[in-house]
């Protein structure tokens, strides 16, 4: 398996922290990154610098997507990243938020862990609504693909997996 640890820079840039593997295996992926957030604000806003990690986050999910040839996956997957880490990162109450992508026996998993206990839970938002549709998003975009989501037992952790077809496995 390649796996690949990142931390997040000051500027919101992924820094490598580990040595590139000596061989490839793009049949079994992983990539995990961990990044400092700053603590829940009332009123849902996230800070600029933690906007910035949301951001470095999709990157990070685009590139590895195309080192792996999931190109076709790219924009649903950075929109469910997005989805999901800013929601770790708005109702959350820890200190920091990790991201976790593996590629693995035909299956794209995602998962994004906080420290605080909880079940996110899709709604309908109203048509005028400015936010509350990001879990509803996430669950169309995950159903559209084949795949499912939901939280780990203790609630820190909200994942998904998602069929992959055409592309590496």
């Known amino acids: 398996m390649t796996t690949t640890h990142f931390t997040a820079t000051e500027a919101g840039h992924p820094r490598r922290d580990c040595s590139p593997p000596e061989r490839l295996h793009l049949v079994d992926d992983r990539v995990s990154v961990c990044f400092e957030v700053c603590p829940p604000r009332t009123g849902g806003e996230i800070s600029e610098r933690d906007a910035r990690r949301v951001g470095m986050a999709r990157r990070l999910t685009a590139a590895r997507l195309r080192y792996c040839g999931l190109e076709a996956l790219v924009d649903d997957v950075t929109l469910i990243v997005s989805e999901l880490v800013t929601n770790a990162i708005q109702h959350g109450g820890g200190a920091q938020v990790t991201f976790t992508m593996t ?7 995602l998962a994004v862990h906080d420290e605080t206990p909880g079940r996110p839970v899709a709604r309908n938002a109203p048509d005028d609504a400015e936010c509350g549709r990001g879990l509803f998003l996430v669950d169309c975009l995950v ?3 084949g795949g499912t989501w939901g939280t780990s037992d203790d609630g820190t952790t909200t994942w998904c997996c998602l069929a992959v077809s055409g592309g590496q496995s």
């Open 103 to 109: 590629v693995r026996d035909g299956f794209l998993h």
């Open 143 to 145: 159903s559209a693909h």
